[in-house]
């Protein structure tokens, strides 16, 4: 089934979604801009009411500061809502994610490392909240500040205006130069201090052979250089930092001068462009000292937006993998009501499973080759063969997880990868060599929270297992919280025979169950799978000769 969803999809769901907040982000962006522009020219109004020799309203000074005091409060609340806002998106993305991996088929999962999927989750996703909350809605609001001031300065003194658009792109070039240079010398950072931090086991794993080899000398000067690496990296991005700051005051200071100057002058065309009064003075002095603090951010905003791109484009990746084929609607019951017809038919001729010349491989690699059998309604096969040869993959073709590169597995008369999740647990039990505990109590172990099975059928699922007794001898029974320690390693199998039979499956799958216990222990979980195999078909794998029953299928290696 092919996958639409995406980032973009994903966070367009969330916006409309929580339209209040969205709405709540937009205003208090443009409430923090706008309260921002009004306070200097107010100020610059009452310095001119007071050069003119005239006493300001006092409702000019109270609205001085109060647009100050809620600058400030539009500035607490824009970053709160955008932190609020992230981290719904970042909830919406993993939940996308995790509904993503969970429907995935067994060939998309087995091509990714789990490192890999642990980073989207992980990294990719906090790297795409970072483009709200300090990206793209950041850059708007700082793009806005920015045009905003120039707008009121052309106003207020053109020449000025001239003057900062002239400057703002140099300013610009600069700071993007300084943050990539300190961006380069913090990754090589990084990496020196990895390469130090790997030399201390390294050398601890190898000491012998140091010592030895008399490599003593080679190996501290090694780790020497990684320091010494790490150092001139860290120094770098010093000076970066160091020269950035008095650079963006200088280049400060030189513009107000040079506008005073130039206003204070008597020509009269540059008194034109740059002439102001006193109260205008202190208005465009403030706003010039605005300026500078956004240009700075818009290049770190950039930085941010581009490395969260690369996480949009591997996030996308990840959701456009292969999912599980689902049948739903109209569609559903009339398979299921095909599947009726085939069943009765398949029960009739006492075939349930069936190979039908199948050549199955992973990725180049062929496994299985022109491979066919039937299996009987009640059969007892044993799959027998070399380690590698294909005998679980079997298994996992019969559960549908994988499909034929050639050939059909059928179940009753269908296609293996056509039978649904809820449908698959009646139709299969399969137990492991080693039994896979969820979070939860043990009856939770054997009812995997299927609300299908009821607590009387786990505990029955338990008898049938020969565990009933032992887990009521637990002090909560079988709401005991399940942890290591609570069964022995034959126990633990005899839960997993329990789990596999709880929802009365028809096929039992046993996977050499036997293969890791002691000649005891094995004895009782074999009583245990002749109760639970009794009128079941049973499907096993086994390399001991003495543990094969029924018919013997031998699967060879090409």
């Known amino acids: 089934m092919k996958n639409r969803k995406s980032v973009s999809s994903i966070i367009w769901r969330t916006i409309k979604k929580k339209s209040f907040l969205s ?16 306070p200097p020219l107010i100020l610059g109004k009452v310095i001119d009411m007071i050069t003119a020799g005239q006493e300001p309203a006092f409702i000019l000074i109270l609205s001085y500061f109060g647009l100050t005091a809620l600058t400030g409060f539009s500035e607490s609340f824009r970053e709160g809502l955008l932190t609020v806002f992230g981290q719904k998106i970042t909830h919406a993305l993993r939940s996308s994610l995790m509904d993503k991996y969970t429907h995935l088929t067994a060939d998309s999962l087995t091509g990714q490392e789990p490192g890999a999927v642990v980073s989207r989750f992980v990294g990719d996703v906090d790297v795409v909240e970072k483009l709200f909350t300090s990206g793209i809605i950041s850059m708007f609001a700082d793009a806005f500040r920015i045009i905003s001031i120039l707008v009121v300065i052309w106003v207020k003194n053109r020449g000025l205006a001239i003057v900062l658009a002239v400057i703002l792109p140099f300013l610009f070039w600069f700071t993007r130069r300084v943050q990539k240079s300190m961006l380069a010398a913090k990754v090589e950072n990084r990496r020196a201090v990895g390469r130090a931090s790997g030399c201390v086991p390294e050398t601890l794993h190898n000491i012998r052979t140091i010592h030895c080899l008399q490599k003593e000398k ?40 040079v506008v005073m100057l130039l206003s204070a002058s008597g020509n009269a065309q540059v008194l034109m462009l ?69 069943e009765e038919d398949a029960e009739q001729d006492e075939i349930i499973a069936e190979f039908q010349h199948v050549t199955f491989g992973y990725r180049e690699q062929d496994i299985l080759q022109d491979f066919s059998f039937q299996i009987r309604k009640g059969e007892q096969i044993t799959l027998a063969g070399r380690t590698g040869a294909g005998k679980s993959t079997i298994f996992k073709l019969l559960l549908g997880l994988y499909e034929p590169k050639k050939g059909s597995v059928l179940i009753n008369g269908r296609r293996a990868g056509t039978v649904g999740e809820k449908e698959k647990r009646k139709l299969f039990g399969y137990v492991e060599q080693t039994f896979h505990q969820v979070p939860g109590t043990v009856r939770d172990q054997i009812t995997l929270f ?80 002749q109760r639970a195999a009794d009128g079941r078909t049973v499907i096993s794998i086994s390399h001991r000769i003495n543990a094969r029953t029924g018919r013997v299928i031998t699967v060879r290696m090409l």
Not at 231 to 245: L, M, Q
Request: aromatic fraction near 6%; include cysteine; charged fraction near 20%.
């Open 23 to 38: 709405a709540g982000i937009v205003f208090a962006v443009v409430a923090s801009v706008v309260t921002a522009l009004l």
């Open 218 to 257: 080679y190996m501290t000067e090694r780790y020497d250089r990684y320091i010494g690496e790490s150092y001139r990296a860290v120094e770098r991005s010093n000076f970066c930092d160091a020269i950035y700051s008095p650079v963006i005051l200088i280049l400060n200071a030189v513009v107000v001068a």
């Open 450 to 529: 299927d609300p299908a099975i009821t607590p009387e059928m786990a505990e029955e699922a338990a008898r049938l297992a020969g565990l009933h007794e032992t887990v009521m001898a637990l002090e909560k029974g079988y709401d005991m919280p399940c942890m290591d320690g609570i069964f022995s390693e034959g126990q633990w199998q005899l839960l997993s025979i329990a789990r596999a039979v709880a929802a009365g499956p028809k096929i039992l799958l046993l996977d050499e169950i036997t293969a890791n216990l002691d000649a005891q222990t094995e004895k009782e979980v074999l009583r245990a799978l």
């Open 274 to 342: 740059f002439g102001m009064s006193a109260g205008t003075a202190v208005a465009v002095i403030n706003y010039i000292s605005q300026i500078f603090g956004p240009v700075e951010s818009l290049g770190m905003e950039i930085q941010t937006i581009q490395s969260a791109i690369a996480g949009v484009h591997r996030i996308n990746e990840f959701l456009g993998l292969e999912e599980k084929e689902e049948v739903t609607g109209r569609q559903e019951a009339l398979k299921q009501s095909q599947a009726a017809v085939r």
